[in-house]
Every structure is written in structure tokens, then in C-alpha cells.
């Protein structure tokens, strides 16, 4: 058990999940209760919102997807509920379907230039990526 100055628990192999807020075990965790996952998501989406440079990025994978082309767009602004909002527009406007995972819309096929047009008139600044 390894543990810093402020005598909070760092690491342990015995103590299974530490909860990230009070550095408790998950299972005597006074937290739990009070919105700490709340204020733990609200946090990394701040960072996430600081880590963005403002561009909304629109590339192109076929990655794990046996072939199959998938057009993404990186780096829109907002929270979940936002992108997944952006997203079904996405899709209507292109015909087809797809997803939003991690924060990267997935919109299904080669719909890069149709994209670039529709964000850059809803007045995104986009970057063609790949």
C-alpha cells in the first residue's frame, strides 16, 4: 500500500476501486450519496472543454469496422446531450445513421464535404482532418 503526505490512498492492490473523490474504497465511501459523480463528471468535462482549441474537426476512418467508411467529427463544443443533438441533425441531413462515442460524432459513409458545409453554416470553424 503506497500512500502521499496528504495521507491519501494512491494505489493498493488489496482495496479493489478507489472512489476518485474522497480516495476512499468504493465500498465504505461516504461520497457516494452527496452528487460526487455529478461534480466528477462536471469536472472532466470542463477539462475536456479547456483541452479543445475551438476547431471542430471532420475526418475520415475505417479502422476496426471491417472496411466500412465512417465519416467523424472532432471537437464539438458542448456537452453530451449537445453533441448527441448535433449528431441526429447530422444524420438527417446526410441520410444515414450513426453515433456518438466518447465525444467523437460517427456518421456513417463518406459525408466529409456535405459536413464541412453544414457546421461551417451553423457557424463552426472546421478543419478537414485526413
Given at each position: 500500500?503506497?500512500?502521499?503526505?496528504?495521507?491519501?490512498?494512491?494505489?493498493?492492490?488489496?482495496?479493489?476501486?478507489?472512489?476518485?473523490?474522497?480516495?476512499?474504497?468504493?465500498?465504505?465511501?461516504?461520497?457516494?450519496?452527496?452528487?460526487?459523480?455529478?461534480?466528477?463528471?462536471?469536472?472532466?468535462?470542463?477539462?475536456?472543454?479547456?483541452?479543445?482549441?475551438?476547431?471542430?474537426?471532420?475526418?475520415?476512418?475505417?479502422?476496426?469496422?471491417g472496411?466500412?467508411?465512417?465519416?467523424?467529427?472532432?471537437?464539438?463544443?458542448?456537452?453530451?446531450?449537445?453533441?448527441?443533438?448535433?449528431?441526429?441533425?447530422?444524420?438527417?441531413?446526410?441520410?444515414?445513421?450513426?453515433?456518438?462515442?466518447?465525444?467523437?460524432?460517427?456518421?456513417?459513409?463518406?459525408?466529409?464535404?456535405?459536413?464541412?458545409?453544414?457546421?461551417?453554416?451553423?457557424?463552426?470553424k472546421?478543419?478537414?482532418?485526413?
Open positions: 500500500m503506497t500512500r502521499d503526505s496528504g495521507d491519501r490512498l494512491v494505489y493498493s492492490s488489496e482495496a479493489g476501486r478507489i472512489c476518485p473523490a474522497c480516495g476512499r474504497r468504493i465500498t465504505v465511501c461516504d461520497c457516494r450519496g452527496k452528487g460526487a459523480r455529478a461534480r466528477i463528471a462536471a469536472r472532466d468535462a470542463a477539462e475536456a472543454e479547456k483541452a479543445s482549441d475551438g476547431i471542430v474537426r471532420v475526418g475520415r476512418s475505417t479502422k476496426g469496422r472496411g466500412k467508411v465512417v465519416t467523424t467529427v472532432c471537437g464539438v463544443p458542448g456537452g453530451e446531450a449537445a453533441q448527441k443533438a448535433l449528431a441526429a441533425e447530422l444524420k438527417r441531413s446526410c441520410g444515414t445513421g450513426g453515433s456518438v462515442k466518447d465525444g467523437v460524432i460517427e456518421i456513417q459513409g463518406e459525408h466529409r464535404d456535405t459536413l464541412v458545409r453544414e457546421l461551417e453554416a451553423r457557424g463552426f472546421v478543419k478537414r482532418a485526413g
